[in-house]
């Protein structure tokens, strides 16, 4: 158990819907990293979060969004699904702001199916 | 552009050493990590190399080679336990705008 949380387990939506994907991180972490992990594409970078603020961003889709709260855990929104938008979801703690050889914590993952 | 190439699949048996290698392209660089993760898990992280050399933890080792792009993931005295898909990953970019790139992943199988 890495102390990462991740809700819900799994979410099955139509196209077209928006979903919210929630973590909280390790007690202590300030960074937060989403992850997006499909079979064809491997782990994809989305974005990372540091104390509230946006920090590093990856290839996360204009029609994505996070942000993080006050009390430091995160949410991810995921609008106008597509059938592509299926995959694993993790998101990752750590304890600094940068990645030199910080250690990310990954929580369980939250599998979306978009029918 | 920033890339890491990794073999897909690497097959050994119980108590064997078995060598995963890491080629990197990136713009900034700022070290190598190495993940495990096992069919639906989550990925948990396994050693980083910063510098030059070999890091050792238990029986896994990783080492670096900044001057050829290059690393690798030793693991040693193989058990079952160890079959999982392994990924190298690096921070690409300097300070101001960065993003994390990970490998595609190499799954190690492990036969009796």
């Known amino acids: 158990d890495s102390g990462v949380t991740q809700t819900p387990k799994h979410l099955i939506t139509a196209t077209g819907q928006r979903v919210t994907l929630r973590c909280s991180p390790r007690s202590g972490d300030l960074s937060v990293y989403w992850y997006q992990q499909s079979l064809d594409q491997g782990l994809q970078f989305l974005i990372q979060?540091?104390?509230?603020?946006?920090?590093a961003k990856g290839n996360i889709l204009e029609r994505f969004s996070a942000q993080q709260f006050p009390d430091l855990h995160s949410e991810l929104n995921l609008s106008s699904l597509e059938l592509g938008d299926s995959a694993l979801y993790f998101c990752?703690?750590?304890?600094?702001?940068?990645?030199?050889?910080?250690?990310?914590?990954f929580g369980p993952g939250t599998r979306l199916t978009v029918l | 552009g920033q890339s890491l190439e990794q073999p897909s699949e690497v097959t050994a048996v119980e108590g064997a050493i078995v060598q995963i290698n890491c080629t990197y392209q990136?713009?900034?660089?700022?070290?190598l990590s190495w993940y495990q993760q096992h069919d639906g898990g989550a990925p948990t992280f396994l050693s980083y190399n910063a510098l030059d050399g070999l890091e050792e933890t238990g029986r896994f080792s990783s080492f670096l080679s900044r001057s050829d792009s290059y690393g690798y993931l030793l693991l040693q005295e193989l058990q079952m336990k160890d079959s999982a898909s392994y990924f190298c990953?690096?921070?690409?970019?300097?300070?101001?705008?960065?993003?994390?790139?990970f490998g595609t992943g190499t799954r190690l199988k492990v036969l009796a």
């Open positions: 990136t713009s900034g660089f700022y070290g």
């Open positions: 990752a703690s750590s304890g600094l702001a940068g990645g030199e050889g910080n250690e990310q914590f």
């Open positions: 979060y540091y104390n509230g603020e946006e920090r």
């Open positions: 990953a690096v921070r690409d970019g300097d300070s101001g705008t960065y993003k994390y790139i």
